[in-house]
């Protein structure tokens, strides 16, 4: 599923392959733009903004493309056989003298003038993995609508732009909260941790070639009783008894790459609960009963 470390990747391998060569082929499959031609044109530079892909053309034009669920774009040699899908499902081609990229499956693909990106990406939040990512503009529009549920306000591109519904779940379940838990019922200071984390998350996988979400030092962490507030200080010498916690099996010590996304009805690695799974926004959406606290379906 594309996310935007996934989306990086694909406008680094883009960049790699076309920028600086001059096209030799160009064929843009959707009624709008199948008469534009832009053989001998150079390509300027492809980059991420978020989960778009600018490509940018000689003479201040920009393909704009969005792989949404399963778009893609995949780069060949002249002689290799193209095998993301079948002839049908092509919607563009970009050829130079040593590479051919093929999009496929693409649901978003406008060819606008360079001056104008503002009207496919300007509505973007912070991107998490640009060179100019700033938190404070995103914790300002995440609490902008405080009785929103968490999970969608992650989603949502306005707020900060990269998170796809993989990270929405995993960052969920690092905060220790529901994705239908309000905005504004995060304890203190958990907002900037998880935006912070959400940060770190994509940028640990903006060069691999598999998503890991997992730390293995937290495989190890003794399982403690989730909590929507923060935990009172107690003196030591009249210790809390700990809330009596579901009887479930022992935490899973197998090295897995997501702790809950595609996990339904598998133990928790943290408690070894059943992880379940429900739709939010149409969105099928992973979660751990014993570890997250909040609301749910």
């Known amino acids: 599923m594309p996310e935007g470390d996934t989306v990086l990747q694909t406008a680094t391998r883009l960049h790699e392959a076309l920028a600086g060569q001059v096209l030799t082929r160009s064929d843009l499959r959707v009624p709008r733009f199948a008469t534009a031609d832009l053989s001998g044109r150079t390509v300027l530079d492809v980059t991420a903004r978020g989960k778009h892909l600018l490509t940018r053309i000689e003479g201040g034009l920009t393909l704009h493309s969005h792989l949404r669920m399963d778009g893609a774009w995949r780069v060949y040699a002249p002689d290799e056989r193209w095998r993301g899908g079948p002839g049908h499902q092509i919607r563009a081609i970009l050829a130079n003298a040593e590479h051919t990229a093929v999009g496929y499956r693409l649901p978003v693909l406008e060819l606008l003038r360079t001056s104008d990106e503002d009207r496919a990406v300007g509505h973007l939040g912070p991107d998490l993995l640009g060179p100019d990512w700033d938190p404070g503009p995103a914790l300002d529009r995440l609490l902008a609508a405080p009785e929103r549920p968490l999970g969608e306000a992650l989603l949502d591109q306005r707020n900060l732009a990269g998170i796809g519904n993989v990270y929405k779940c995993e960052l969920c379940f690092l905060a220790r909260v529901t994705p239908w838990l309000p905005v504004g019922a995060l304890p203190d200071g958990a907002l900037?941790?998880?935006?912070?984390?959400?940060?770190?998350?994509?940028?640990?996988?903006?060069?691999?070639?598999?998503?890991t979400t997992t730390i293995t030092s937290e495989l190890r962490r003794p399982p403690g009783?989730?909590?929507?507030?923060?935990?009172?200080?107690?003196?030591?010498?009249?210790?809390?008894?700990?809330?009596?916690?579901?009887?479930?099996?022992?935490?899973v010590r197998v090295q897995e790459r997501l702790y809950v996304y595609g996990r339904a009805r598998r133990p928790c690695l943290r408690?070894?609960?059943?992880?379940?799974?429900?739709?939010?926004?149409?969105r099928p959406t992973y979660w751990c009963p014993g570890c997250q606290s909040g609301p749910t379906p």
């Open 192 to 211: 900037p941790q998880l935006v912070t984390l959400a940060e770190r998350l994509l940028n640990a996988n903006r060069d691999r070639p598999t998503r």
């Open 225 to 251: 009783p989730p909590s929507a507030t923060p935990a009172p200080s107690t003196p030591a010498t009249t210790p809390t008894p700990a809330p009596a916690r579901p009887r479930a099996r022992p935490p």
């Open 271 to 282: 408690c070894g609960i059943p992880i379940r799974l429900a739709d939010q926004d149409d």
